[in-house]
């Protein structure tokens, strides 16, 4: 078990034991509701059973916000999209290829880094100087035109490939209101396609990218949080 999920589970004992215990003494502290003391009036009863009755509540809610905020502690701490900003820096300036004009490109598209570079991963492998046999160029294999439309001159250049597939995928981000499926396929066969068949295409080869381009995103994020020692 990771020491993530060790603290996670820890706080969410911490947090409802407290909650329990806060009902517990609350409750310990009533007087019986309904069995009328010689020594109260009736009002004076009546008084003593709504304040019981209102402890009882906020007790409860205790133990509801309690439980609600460790569970959010939990979701937190073992999903990937707890990865901070330094952490993912930090991994990506170190092991990813590229990894600092990913970080910027990704930054200034307003995308995610790990998308980024599975796509590189998927494309190229990271070689920057692949040629595919139909004319696209590069660490992420775009065609001149759309280099070019997206401000590369020279697609052979890291730096420049890079900017203009990031710039590509917000593009693409946009066009598809941010569904990741979408926008990896749309990379892979054309947005036109996408639009044709309102979805992933039902090209063997496009499913099959997406999936690949999905599981490499999953991978670079395990990995930046495997390596920050989360």
């Known amino acids: 078990m990771r020491s993530s999920e060790r603290r996670a589970r820890r706080s969410i004992f911490e947090t409802t034991t407290v ?21 109260r009036s009736p009002k004076q009863h009546e008084s003593h059973i709504a304040k019981s009755e209102h402890a009882a509540v906020e007790a409860g ?14 979701e937190h701490a073992v999903s990937p999209a707890a990865i901070t900003k330094s952490v993912r820096n930090a991994y990506f300036a170190k092991k990813v290829p590229y990894g600092k004009i990913i ?11 790990e998308l980024v570079a599975a796509v590189i ?8 100087h692949a040629q595919s046999s139909a004319g696209a160029l590069g660490l992420m294999q775009l065609l001149p035109r759309t280099g070019h439309w997206m401000g590369a001159r020279n697609l052979l250049n ?5 900017a203009a597939g990031a710039k590509y995928l917000r593009y693409l981000h946009d066009k598809f209101d ?9 990379y892979n ?42």
């Not at 809610?61 to 939990?74: P, Q």
């Not at 910027?104 to 995610?112: L, V």
């Not at 890291?158 to 890079?162: A, R, V």
């Open 19 to 39: 909650a329990i215990m806060t009902f517990a003494m609350s409750t310990l502290s009533f007087t019986p509701l309904y069995a009328a003391s010689p020594k």
């Open 61 to 74: 809610k205790a133990i509801e916000h309690g439980v609600i905020a460790a569970t959010r502690t939990v």
């Open 103 to 113: 970080l910027r490109e990704a930054k200034k598209n307003h995308i995610q880094p």
């Open 121 to 128: 991963k998927q494309e190229s492998k990271f070689k920057p």
């Open 158 to 162: 890291p730096s420049e490939n890079i």
């Open 178 to 186: 941010g569904n990741v499926k979408k926008i990896i396929a749309a």
């Open 189 to 230: 066969a054309g947005e036109g396609n996408v639009r044709r068949y309102g979805g992933v295409p039902p090209f063997r080869e496009t499913r099959h990218y997406v999936r690949n381009v999905l599981n490499f995103r999953a991978e670079f994020a395990q990995a930046a949080l495997g390596d920050s020692g989360v």
